[in-house]
């Protein structure tokens, strides 16, 4: 079974994932966050291993702490951690550079472009079911 987080400030988008999400009988639970500070105080108070994310759809657009400062600090939180999480990021940036450094960081499997259809997830799911 598979747990997911949301990292999004974009209420809809998060109910669209949520949906989609359901439509697999893999998915233990779903979490989701409008704000990287959320996220990350999260990530800082949860030792149940069985209570944390196997994949994190993170945006990188926020106001205040971005998706690419999440990272950075996810990198050192992550130490903490005995398991691994994927983690994707999510973007309507049509911008090059966005999609090269997210490559660029090892933590990221990779890249997907909003509007997120089924076909993305699926995608997901058979990476972690690989």
Same mark, same amino acid.
């Given at each position: 079974m598979i747990n997911v987080?949301?990292?999004?400030?974009?209420?809809?988008l998060q109910?669209?994932?949520k949906k989609l999400f359901l439509t697999y009988s893999n998915i233990r639970s779903i979490n989701s966050f409008t704000?990287?500070?959320?996220?990350?105080?999260?990530?800082?108070?949860?030792?149940?291993?069985d209570k944390l994310p196997d994949i994190i759809l993170l945006d990188i657009n926020f106001p205040g702490l971005d998706g690419w400062d999440?990272? +950075?600090?996810?990198?050192?939180?992550?130490?903490?951690?005995?398991?691994?999480?994927?983690?994707?990021? *999510? /973007? @309507?940036?049509?911008?090059?550079? +966005?999609?090269?450094?997210?490559?660029?960081?090892e933590l990221v499997k990779g890249f997907i472009?909003?509007? *997120? /259809? @089924?076909s993305n997830l699926d995608d997901i799911k058979n990476f972690k079911n690989n």
């Open positions: 987080a949301i990292i999004d400030d974009n209420m809809i109910m669209h994932l704000s990287v500070e959320d996220a990350l105080e999260f990530f800082k108070e949860t030792n149940e291993v999440f990272l +950075d600090e996810f990198e050192e939180i992550k130490k903490n951690i005995e398991k691994e999480i994927s983690i994707y990021m *999510i /973007s @309507s940036s049509i911008m090059d550079s +966005d999609i090269e450094k997210s490559k660029a960081i472009n909003k509007p *997120i /259809s @089924s």
